[in-house]
Structure formats: C-alpha cells, structure tokens
C-alpha cells in the first residue's frame, strides 16, 4: 500500500506476555519514529530510526520496551513482560527526510494489557 | 529544557464560530513548525511553517509563525462539526533529541451543532 501500514490493529494480551507490534513505512522513507497515545493524551516519543545510523531510544520508558529496524524498512517495537499502563494506541510514522517534520502516520496499534 | 507548549487543552465551540488555538515553543535549533489533526487514530499533516509573517492557508483553516515571539496559530473559520478533533502542534528541532521533532499535547477542539 501507499501509505504506513501497522499490526496488529488490535492487541489484548494479559499481564507479563510479550507483545511484537509491527510497522511498514512508506517505501523510500528513511525516518521513523514510534509514538505512543494513552487515553486523552498527546504523543509520547519512544524511539526514532534514521538511515543506518544508531536510533534514538532516549523515549523508551524502561528496558522491557525494544525496537528495530531491519534493511531500513520494517520496524519491531518489543514490549516484554506487559503491564497494565503498557495499555495505549503504538503509532508509527516515517518521513521522507530526517527533520523534514512532515511524518505520516501509521492507523496505530491499540494494545490492551488485562 | 525543550518544549512545545498548546493553548487551550480543550474549546467547545458551536457550529460557524470561529476558533484560534495557539502553540509556543522554546527550542536550541528551529527549523520548522507543524500542524496536525488527529481525529481518530492516525494524525494527518495541515501545515508546515518556516517563515514569520507569511500566512498558509487551506479552506477554512489558515495559520501563521511569528518566530520573533516563537509562537504560531491556528485559525479556523466558519466551524463545522467535522472539524472536531485533536489538533498537534511540533517543532523540528534540528540536533534535539525526539528525532528531531518535538510535539506538543495538544488542543482538543468540539464543534457542537
């Protein structure tokens, strides 16, 4: 597709299980970044891909949560050992150009953690 | 510390008013400042300002940057009630940390009929 693909749409798991959420980028885009959204609340940053060089994972919350981005396309976020306020939507976006600002965004991944 | 910061968190608004949401910013190295919607899940692009002075406009929603007094708005004419939405401010903050790009929280904006 043309656009930021992310899965699953939806994800409950319980308490403790690992969870993988999944996002494709626009072909060609070479930034990516991976926000998440509680409840009524803005865009919190977790980590962001540029190109081949190392990724900025100053916004990952704790060492449960990893990411990665395999041939500079698709991209992993991780999350081990699920707690409750891992509950929000995962959004994904990817830029054509690093700090161009204008990032499309994925329609998210809704996680619920029981 | 930098920041972006929305004003007002939340307006309720009725059908054809007229609405200005505001967003100041503090940041090392301004290169651009950004207007999205979120209605539902997936923030949507509306402007990318770089200039001081020079208004963009697209229907009904216009906004403009003042970098002198580092603040930009957001105006929207005529309301209806599919304007209701989350409307994200973010500033490209170039060598900051976020990946560059900085959000604010947010302004949620309900159009009643």
């Known amino acids: 597709g043309a656009g930021v693909s992310q899965s699953p749409s939806n994800k409950v798991t319980e308490k403790g299980k690992d969870v993988e959420l999944r996002c494709d980028p626009i072909?060609?885009?070479?930034?990516l970044y991976w926000y998440r959204q509680s409840l009524g609340q803005g865009l919190e940053f977790l980590i962001y891909?540029?190109?081949?060089?190392?990724?900025?994972k100053s916004g990952l919350p704790s060492d449960r949560f990893s990411a990665e981005r395999t041939g500079g396309s698709v991209s992993t976020l991780t999350i081990q050992r699920t707690q409750q306020e891992d509950s929000a939507v995962y959004l994904c976006a990817s830029s054509l150009v690093s700090g161009s600002g204008e990032l499309f965004f994925g329609e998210g991944s809704r996680l619920t953690v029981l | 510390e930098d920041k972006v910061v929305q004003s007002p968190l939340s307006l309720v608004v009725h059908e054809g008013d007229t609405v200005t949401l505001n967003c100041s910013y503090e940041v090392t190295n301004f290169r651009s400042l950004l207007w999205y919607k979120q209605e539902k899940k997936a923030p949507t692009f509306l402007f990318m300002l770089t200039s001081s002075g020079i208004e963009k406009k697209s229907g009904r929603l216009s906004s403009i940057l003042d970098k002198k007094e580092l603040f930009s708005i957001l105006n929207i004419t005529a309301t209806q009630t599919g304007d209701s939405a989350v409307y994200l401010c973010a500033v490209v903050d170039y060598g900051g940390s976020q990946g560059n790009l900085i959000f604010g929280k947010g302004t949620k904006l309900s159009v009643k009929p």
């Open positions: 072909s060609g885009h070479t930034a």
């Open positions: 891909f540029q190109g081949n060089s190392a990724p900025d």
